[in-house]
């Protein structure tokens, strides 16, 4: 039976490729410093799991509402409320199987064919297959590492038509940490203030994962005015280490998630009891796991960017939040490996790293971002820093070339 066009629109996803070839490398017995992982190398905490188990003896394993149990949605009230000062009724509030379901879903709620989403580059990958999965167009907007890797007020413009439904914030960013400050924020809506057929999506999955001065502000809290346009997502995965417990929510227009828990009703019913039970205590109990592990990363952070900034051939920005760099090759590309083989792109050269050192990347023409490579660094300081070594090795190995690239 052939497979549907929406299924044949989707690309592999670049980073469940790369660990895929990171597991079998490592059957085959090799020591891998796998730098790809896009989530926390920290256990759930104790509290947490402890709030699961209860709910289990407790027999809360049946049916919830689509929208999730109240008291994970007046936890999710508590928590915008208190960081962001915004304020939700249960009408605007969804809980889904992950931030990813949820976004996936906002888009099935609200794409025709032909309708268009901006989607600021370097992206994370699934932005544009989620857009073409559910028929509409990904208007890319490419954003230089000079600008902070940032959409700005002068590059919006030429990316909105009448056809343009959504345009995707991500903030603090995959694959580049970069973070849009207030200022930033308010720029951006004085343009989408103009264009009120354009909602905003506002992907806030790092936004606890922050090392700049000041908590960072969500565009809905920036620019009331947008608020009704402003679907914010977020959810527990990234900043409580639970990725497999698959929660996430998302808050905004009484009519978009109506939409979304009709959708969501028929497709899986509500998320999981237990992993509710777990989320409520995660984001309203004891954080000072989240202290404590965002003072790690940002240990980390500083390490690794500083051995990269050692590297001729390599260099990087600092991030703002998340564990994530977006480190720039292009000086690397066009030269030679030593066994001849010519470095033509970035998905050459993170073969190569593989291949020569067993370090594993991301490549960044995944991202939108050619020219770069992403890595983690949701890992020990001591994979972090023998992994830098191996990088830098590798580009020691590198020779100009004297085939045309």
Same mark, same amino acid.
């Given at each position: ?134 028929d509409g167009t990904p208007v890319i ?86 608020a009704d346009r402003v679907f914010l ?26 939409? *979304?828990?009709?959708?969501? /009703? ?10 509710? !039970? @777990? &989320?409520? =205590?995660? $984001? ?38 998340g564990f994530y760099l977006l480190v ?46 992403? *890595?983690?660094?949701?890992? /020990? ?10 990088? !830098? @090795? &590798?580009? =020691?190995? $590198? ?7």
């Amino acid at each position: 039976m052939p497979t549907a066009a929406r299924v044949r629109r989707i690309k592999p996803s670049p980073s469940t490729a790369a660990a895929q070839r990171v597991r079998e490398l490592k059957a085959q017995g090799h020591t891998i410093l796998d730098l790809t992982v896009g989530e926390p190398d920290f256990d759930t905490p104790d509290h947490v799991k402890a709030a699961a188990i209860r709910a289990i003896e407790a027999g809360e394993t049946k049916y919830t509402p689509v929208n999730g149990t109240s008291e994970l949605r007046a936890a999710i009230r508590g928590k915008l409320l208190d960081r962001h000062g915004l304020k939700y009724d249960d009408s605007r509030i969804t809980v889904g199987g992950g931030a990813k379901q949820v976004i996936f879903l906002a888009l099935m709620a609200t794409l025709d064919e032909g309708d268009e989403v901006v989607v600021p580059a370097p992206y994370w990958v699934s932005y544009p297959d989620m857009v073409r999965a559910n028929d509409g167009t990904p208007v890319i907007v490419d954003c230089p590492e000079s600008d902070g890797f940032k959409l700005t007020p002068a590059g919006l413009p030429a990316a909105l038509t009448d056809r343009t439904r959504w345009l995707i914030l991500n903030t603090p960013g995959n694959p580049t940490g970069a973070a849009y400050t207030t200022g930033e924020l308010r720029a951006l809506a004085e343009v989408l203030l103009d264009h009120p057929q354009v909602r905003v999506l506002t992907d806030e999955i790092y936004d606890e994962i922050w090392y700049d001065e000041g908590a960072g502000l969500s565009l809905a809290a920036a620019e009331p005015r947008l608020a009704d346009r402003v679907f914010l997502t977020n959810g527990v995965s990234k900043t409580y280490a639970m990725t497999g417990w698959r929660i996430g929510y998302g808050v905004g227009p009484a009519d978009l998630v109506t939409a *979304i828990n009709t959708l969501q /009703s028929q497709i899986s019913s509500c998320p999981s009891s237990v992993s509710q !039970a @777990a &989320a409520a =205590a995660a $984001l309203t109990g004891p954080q000072d796991f989240v202290r404590e592990t965002v003072e790690v990363y940002r240990a980390r952070r500083d390490t690794t960017v500083k051995l990269i900034g050692e590297i001729p051939q390599l260099s990087c920005t600092s991030p703002s939040g998340g564990f994530y760099l977006l480190v720039n090759c292009r000086a690397a590309l066009g030269r030679s490996t030593p066994s001849g083989e010519l470095l033509r792109d970035d998905e050459d050269f993170a073969r190569y790293l593989l291949d020569r050192e067993q370090v594993a990347v991301i490549h960044g023409s995944a991202y939108g971002a050619p020219g770069y490579f992403r *890595i983690s660094f949701a890992t /020990s300081a001591d994979v972090l820093t023998e992994a830098c070594a191996r990088l !830098a @090795a &590798a580009c =020691a190995e $590198l020779t100009p070339s004297e085939r045309p690239s």
